[in-house]
């Protein structure tokens, strides 16, 4: 059902040929390829100290961590749905003059490098750019340095991922729905929240945790824009960077959280990314 | 057939890989020499690493620069460099411990901290008491890494606190957002606001209160080149002292 809303990205079912079809320089390249991504987990897991993980984990620096990173791409997503999902369906629906460029703007968060981003943000939103100064003197907002700067590089940073998810699902659905259900008199709101956004609700829900997890791994754009301060801007990823400085145990504990989190995601979406099970 | 080139293919990477690990054999005056160093460094070490390959014919010295830290966490987990210039004795003595040093690390150069503000001081900021006063947006480095470890020494002498807005993770992301405009101060390395040009100035600390930085610098135990390696260290103590001079920093 599934990989009908998403024809383009889906994976057809794999052929039930056995390893003996597949050249041998293939399988020894493919071998390199897949050690290529498993070896550093490996490193991780095996530089894990599990006699003090529990105790690493609890500490109060990394639990402030996890609790800011937690509020921070939770904040970011539901952000991201708000803006993002009218963006989707815009792009999707409705032709207009700059629409591609619109697009390759939107998506352009995807390639930047993150600190790039980052200082972008400084120059848009810092109290000496473009906005920042505005948004001070009148409503006295101040985002470089505070939590909500450091919502606002990760949405920044992650709401392209569910901006092209919902797209391309609002795309690949079929229309005759909103047609059928139009033609028997419901209005453009009733059919939109009634017929469109439930029928694309698996783009919805693999886009929004797609986005989640792009904030939650968020390292450059916060650091530069929202500095690094525990329990203000000091989200998982920054703190991982900054006790690899003193203690590289907790470093390896925080980073194996983020990894499970992560291959959590993957698995949960496992139907679109590595094909049905 | 196809599977054929592919077989010639690897054959001729794994040939190419082999090769290439065997050619840095020869180390008289030419080869190349990889330099760790801090943060700190960058405006003096870019210039010594040119004047040395200027001086030594053949020689090219490749300068990687980030928090002293970051390098150190780099070099134990099998980072491949032949010299380490700290801006810390900690952090080097933590690579001297962990036995990935050869010999003993030399002091090259003394350094000294200072408040850093914008161009013209427009927050009226005399000395470390001021930054402590509300609504003013200070930086510090994070605790984590040495100029953040000397500020809190600092401000600890003069009888300060100092809520920062930030602990950012190097010296030169402190500089630049004061040069920026997004914080009112911060505290950093005398050299680092003599390197940010006219965008900011800096504010004495006075010395009762201030900390003095010792950069040691070492040749590293998994060295390539450990001869070119030695002849750039003795050339930062010699031939390199001036322009460490000119960017501010005290003679060892």
């Known amino acids: ?277 | 057939m196809p599977s054929r080139v592919a077989v010639g293919l690897i054959a001729m990477l794994l040939g190419a890989g082999q090769s290439a690990c065997a050619a840095p054999a020869a180390s008289t005056v030419g080869g190349s020499i990889t330099v760790f160093a801090a943060s700190s460094l960058t405006h003096a070490f870019t210039r010594i690493g040119a004047n040395f390959e200027n001086a030594h014919p053949g020689a090219v010295v490749h300068v990687t620069f980030a928090g002293s830290s970051t390098l150190a966490a780099q070099i134990e987990q099998g980072a491949i460099g032949d010299v380490f210039a700290s801006a810390d004795q900690p952090t080097m003595q933590r690579l001297v411990n962990a036995g990935l040093v050869s010999g003993s690390p030399s002091i090259f150069a003394r350094n000294r901290l200072q408040i850093v503000v914008a161009a013209g001081n427009p927050k009226h900021i005399g000395g470390l008491a001021d930054l402590s006063r509300a609504g003013l947006v200070v930086l510090l480095c994070a605790p984590a890494v040495p100029c953040g470890r000397y500020a809190i020494q600092s401000l600890r002498a003069a009888g300060v606190t100092v809520t920062p807005a930030s602990q950012e993770a190097d010296v030169k992301a402190v500089v630049s957002k004061v040069a920026l405009g997004e914080a009112d101060a911060g505290i950093v390395y005398v050299t680092d606001v003599k390197a940010s040009g006219a965008a900011v100035q800096g504010i004495d600390i006075p010395a009762r209160f201030n900390v003095t930085a010792d950069y040691p610098m070492a040749l590293l135990k998994d060295s390539q080149d450990a001869v070119l390696a030695g002849t750039f260290i003795s050339y930062v103590l010699a031939d390199g002292q001036h322009i460490l001079a000119g960017d501010g920093f005290a003679a060892p």
């Open chain 1, 1 to 277: 059902m599934a990989s009908t809303f998403w024809p383009e990205m889906a994976l057809p079912p794999p052929d039930r040929r056995g390893p003996a079809a597949a050249p041998v320089p293939f399988l020894i390249l493919a071998g390199a390829g897949v050690a290529f991504f498993v070896l550093p987990l490996l490193g991780l897991l095996v530089r894990t100290p599990w006699g003090s993980a529990r105790e690493l984990l609890t500490s109060s620096e990394a639990l402030t961590a996890l609790r800011l990173s937690l509020i921070a791409s939770l904040s970011a997503t539901a952000i991201a749905l708000l803006l993002g999902v009218p963006l989707a369906w815009i792009y999707a629906r409705v032709a207009f003059p700059g629409r591609a460029i619109c697009r390759a703007l939107t998506v352009l968060p995807m390639v930047l490098p993150p600190v790039v981003g980052g200082v972008a943000l400084l120059l848009a939103f810092g109290r000496g750019g473009l906005l920042g100064g505005w948004l001070a003197d009148v409503f006295g907002i101040h985002l470089p340095f505070t939590t909500a700067g450091a919502i606002l590089a990760e949405t920044f940073v992650a709401m392209p991922f569910l901006v092209i998810t919902v797209e391309a699902g609002l795309r690949s659905m079929d229309t005759r729905f909103e047609d059928a259900a139009r033609t028997l008199g419901a209005r453009r709101w009733t059919v939109l929240w009634r017929v469109t956004l439930p029928l694309v609700r698996p783009s919805l829900v693999a886009g929004a945790i797609l986005c989640w997890a792009r904030a939650l791994g968020e390292f450059g754009a916060t650091i530069t824009f929202a500095g690094n301060f525990p329990g203000r801007t000091q989200t998982m990823p920054l703190a991982v960077y900054l006790a690899l400085e003193t203690s590289p145990e907790s470093a390896i504990v925080l980073s194996l959280v983020l990894l499970v989190v992560s291959l959590a995601v993957l698995v949960g979406l496992r139907d679109r990314w590595l094909g049905a099970s």
